[in-house]
Nanobody, 128 residues
Framework: QVQLVASVGGMVQAGGSLRLPCVVSGRTFSRSALGWFRRAPGKEREYGAAISRSGVIPDYVDSVKGRFTISRDNAKNTVYLQMDSLKPEDTAVYYC?????????????????????WGQGTQVTVSS
């Protein structure tokens, strides 16, 4: 059984930084593209970022581009989301996800249906 476990998020002031790790077990980690989604209060869950199997190709939604960095450590079966210059509108529950789609150098499309396995979600709160 595939499991994705994200550590507890946190609370930070606007302009601050936070790093979210997510450990993937039960699957060959290197065969999965990995992504981060988020659900803000009162809104639908939305795509945030993804990284290819090789770790070479990242992708970001415009609202986080230049502030967030996705990376992966295949030796530790862990995907990270480094979040800098945080804004109050980044407040959300963050979900890591793994996809069978994509290749070494391509990213799955940005829809939720591309992702096969999901973490439990972790709360990130940014205060103004």
């Amino acid at each position: 059984q595939v499991q994705l476990v994200a550590s507890v998020g946190g609370m930070v002031q606007a302009g601050g930084s936070l790093r979210l790790p997510c450990v993937v077990s039960g699957r060959t980690f290197s065969r999965s593209a990995l992504g981060w989604f988020r659900r803000a209060p009162g809104k639908e869950r939305e795509y945030g970022a993804a990284i290819s199997r090789s770790g070479v190709i990242p992708d970001y939604v415009d609202s986080v581009k230049g502030r967030f960095t996705i990376s992966r450590d295949n030796a530790k079966n862990t995907v990270y989301l480094q979040m800098d210059s945080l804004k109050p509108e980044d407040t959300a529950v963050y979900y890591c996800a793994a996809a069978n789609a994509g290749t070494l150098y391509t990213i799955p499309t940005r829809g939720e249906l591309e992702y096969d396995y999901w973490g439990q979600g972790t709360q990130v709160t940014v205060s103004s």
